[in-house]
């Protein structure tokens, strides 16, 4: 038996292959059941659904109080059938045949390459457009989505892989508008690393690398993926996306201490960790980008002493690193691939009415600056044409 044996069918799937190894060994080769791992993977299921059960109790005072506000701030809940999209996607070209299954020369890889990009292309198109539409996003470009309400941002791109072919991954943030997609609040932890998480990210090389060659179980393959893609993004993100319709929820007191108390997930009974950690364990955001976030809110919710104290943090911790950026680029403030160059000229916008000593006037400046940072980060989110600032 193999050490640490315990009584569970996970061991008795280790023991029989032992076992068979042994046979083997012996030069009597034994056709071994799959009855045990069968029962393994019933087990784990059990046990897995067990431990979440017992998350979702212990988050249950949070969620609570979460759901209590969300009674009394009611929003537009979406009916879509999203269901009907999975599978095979409505008009799909039949599949190609190839005389090779992996990619060896440039003609392949090209060919292979091509191919993937209408699979994927077609999926996009029957899974993904849709159901952002239904949620009131628009096309941002071939492969991002954006949507703007309430002063609040929502944003889907997926990333084209370096080297060419697919996607190397699906990037999505939902942050008020003044923001970056950085130090925000995100959702709860089993909706954005549990389950239907898990399983997009599993075999996501399928709709990236295009180094196999795209026949009949290759688009099969990439249809279940955009499957996954479709369940994580309709069945969790944007209905939990959809509950918040302002600034005012959006830093509800009641979401953020869910948010904190979904932040660790139960213990995978499989390795003995956690399922996901979001804690950052008392660290600071390296950018300071959460304090840029309150801060500004700070701001706006009339907060000012609370407001500024955090844009100062914000500014004083990048302006060493700043100072040297844009000696390099001067024009990064205006330039929506350098977030952390954004968000520095943003909070030097605000903070620079702190020395306005009237405070209607420095109250009425505070809103002039929430207009004139939420126009440029229009173009930053993907909303508008390109818009340029003074940096001065």
Known sequence: MPALWNAS?????????????????????????????????????????????GYHRDTAPARQRWEAYLESHPTDMIAFDWKSLLGTPAGQKPARDFAYKHVRETEQRKECGEELKLRLKENLQAKIAPVTKAYGMKKAGP????????????????????RGGGYEAMFCYFCPLYAIQYGILDLP??????????????????????????????????????????????????????????????????????????????????TGRAMWDLDQEGKEDPWRADEYLFGVWDL???????????????????????????????NACNDPR??????????????????????????????????????FMRYYHGLAKKTERNLE
Not at 145 to 155: D, H, I, Y
Not at 235 to 261: C, H
Not at 303 to 308: H, P, R, T, W
Not at 365 to 371: F, G
Request: proline share 2%; with cysteine; aromatic share 12%.
């Open 9 to 53: 069918y996970y061991w008795m799937v280790k023991t029989q292959s032992g076992v068979a190894y042994y046979f083997h060994a012996q030069g009597r080769p034994v056709k071994v059941s799959d009855y045990y791992e069968k029962k393994m993977l019933e087990e784990a299921e059990r046990e897995r659904q067990k431990a979440m059960e």
């Open 338 to 375: 350098d977030a952390m160059a954004v968000m520095y000229r943003n909070a030097q916008l605000f903070l620079g009415t702190k020395e306005i000593l009237d405070a209607e006037k420095r109250r009425a400046r505070i809103r002039e600056t929430y207009e004139e940072v939420c126009r």
């Open 189 to 270: 932890g089993h909706i954005c690393q549990g389950e239907n998480f898990q399983r997009m990210q599993r075999d996501w090389g399928v709709i990236q690398d295009g180094m196999e060659a795209v026949d009949a179980a290759m688009v099969e393959r990439i249809n279940r993926k955009f499957d996954d893609i479709l369940i994580f993004l309709a069945d969790g993100v944007l209905p939990e996306w959809q509950k918040i319709d302002s600034l005012e929820t959006y830093f509800a007191e009641e979401r953020r201490d869910y948010l904190k108390a979904t932040m660790t997930g139960p213990k995978d009974p499989g």
């Open 143 to 162: 492969k991002t989505f954006v949507r703007e309400k309430n002063g609040l941002v929502t944003r889907i791109q997926f990333i084209g892989y370096f």
């Open 300 to 330: 706006l919710a009339g907060k000012e002493a609370e407001g500024y104290a955090r844009l100062e943090k914000c500014v004083r911790h990048n302006s060493d690193y700043m100072k040297e950026r844009l000696k390099e680029f001067p």
